[in-house]
């Protein structure tokens, strides 16, 4: 089974013990107990401990610093199946396991397709600090395993702008006979930091592939080169026509990414606002402010937006409203409703909104504050992010905020030290 892409450069910050200790885990066992566990001669033992672990890992319910030493020497285990599980919990781990990058990297030679390519996936996860691993990345490009290679494409995309030596084989895997490289291959060219000149002729050619996520991706990345790009607004005005809703609405995103240069798709944008997809209209909507600066011809779709039963559909809308600014004045009221909407993701969106066009902390912080106790990492983030673009009119949230410096997850720490520096300056001490 192939491993689908989503990388976010990793920031931590060193808080906390470096391992969970006597902490029970997994099936009543303490993280040591497992990782003692990978050591058994009985192979069925060290599976279900490298799976333990992987899942405490991937989840980071649990502080897993201190587990690397253990995970890497695993990386030599006989066994395929314990090798790709510690390869998959290194990956998980991110910086804290930079140590593991010769092992990984040894690794991508391995004898098992499967392993080759959680190591590679792994690389990725451990960011820049991996960036001793880009030649044999590059050349993993050539195996003949497509999963290897959308790996491959991964582990790139995660290392970012210190695998820019990749750049001419990445172009070059647009045309690869598997889908689902071409697609990594388009967005890991935005992340290696591809210059437009380079890519917005072959990106404007992958907008014709006959995959819709090929497509679409294309298009995403695009717009990733703003202004630079302007030369694919036709081509990415055809896609407005697309068949796929999804391609549709990345489409008009990146239309709206590439800006004020953009004005030519201005009516064809203006016909997508009847759109039959909710999606796609507030993606057409937003890209048409972005381009126009017009509030005015948009507001009426957003504000209705708010009021889809999709809740990402109600999220971007709200999203999209914030960026809008005080001249979306006219969404408060249905803006306040979805303060107390089912959907927490939605609520959060909504009190950053809320609080970008009218300026009142007082109305937005108990939801925010609810948010950062959420059991999903990422919402637990956004709220934090949330807090401090509101600054010091957030001091409320000091102690909540300094709470989640011991968050499991090294991204919500990360978040939650940014808020705290913005909201009070004395906490960069």
């Given at each position: ?7 976010c ?5 060193a ?7 006597g ?21 069925a ?18 502080n ?25 919990a ?16 040894k ?21 820049p600090?991996?960036?001793e ?18 790996n ?10 210190a ?19 071409r697609?990594?291959a388009?967005?890991?060219?935005d992340s290696v930091g ?15 592939d006959?995959?819709?996520g ?14 630079a790009?302007n030369?694919?607004?036709?081509a990415?005005?055809?896609?407005l ?6 391609v ?14 953009a ?7 203006k ?29 009426p ?30 969404a ?16 959060v ?26 059991a ?7 709220a ?7 600054g ?7 102690p ?14 990360a ?15």
């Amino acid at each position: 089974m192939r491993i689908v892409w989503s990388v976010c450069l990793i920031l931590l910050i060193a808080v906390g013990p470096s391992l969970a200790g006597g902490k029970s885990v997994g099936k009543g066992r303490t993280l040591t107990g497992w990782i003692e566990k990978l050591k058994s001669n009985d192979v069925a033992v060290r599976r279900q401990a490298a799976k333990e672990i992987h899942e405490l890992c991937e989840e980071q319910t649990e502080n897993t610093r201190g587990a690397a030493p253990a995970l890497i020497a695993a990386l030599s285990d006989a066994d395929a199946e314990v090798r790709g599980l510690v390869a998959d919990a290194l990956g998980h781990m991110g910086e804290d396991a930079k140590a593991a990058v010769p092992a990984l990297t040894k690794a991508l030679k391995d004898k098992d397709a499967g392993v080759r390519g959680k190591c590679a996936f792994a690389l990725g996860g451990i960011g820049p600090d991996a960036k001793e691993a880009v030649p044999a990345l590059i050349e993993l490009l050539k195996d003949m395993d497509p999963d290897v290679r959308v790996n491959a494409v991964a582990g790139l995309n995660g290392i970012g702008t210190a695998a820019k030596a990749a750049i001419p084989v990445l172009i070059k895997s647009l045309k690869d006979e598997d889908a689902e490289v071409r697609m990594n291959a388009a967005s890991a060219l935005d992340s290696v930091g591809a210059e437009a000149k380079t890519a917005v002729a072959p990106l404007i050619d992958a907008l014709k592939d006959a995959d819709e996520g090929v497509r679409g991706q294309a298009a995403v990345t695009l717009g990733k080169f703003g202004a630079a790009a302007n030369e694919s607004v036709p081509a990415l005005v055809k896609l407005l026509k697309d068949m796929h809703m999804g391609v549709r609405g990345d489409a008009a995103h990146a239309l709206g990414e590439i800006g004020s240069t953009a004005k030519e798709a201005v009516p064809a944008l203006k016909e997508a606002l009847k759109d039959k997809e909710g999606t796609v209209r507030v993606h057409v909507a937003e890209s048409l402010w972005k381009i126009t600066g017009e509030a005015k011809t948009v507001l009426p779709v957003l504000i209705e937006a708010l009021k889809n039963d999709d809740k990402f559909v109600r999220g971007d809308a709200a999203h999209t409203l914030g960026e809008i600014g005080k001249e979306a004045t006219a969404a408060l009221p249905t803006l306040e409703k979805l303060l107390k909407d089912k959907d927490a993701g939605v609520r959060v969106h909504a009190a950053e909104s809320h609080w970008k066009i009218a300026g009142d902390a007082k109305a937005v912080l108990p939801v925010l504050l609810e948010g950062l106790k959420h059991a999903d990492k990422s919402l637990r983030m956004e709220a934090a992010e949330a807090l401090g673009e509101i600054g010091a009119k957030a001091k409320a949230a000091l102690p909540a905020l300094r709470a989640l410096l011991k968050d499991p997850s090294p991204e919500v720490r990360a978040a939650a030290m940014e808020a705290l520096k913005t909201i009070d300056r004395k906490a960069q001490k």
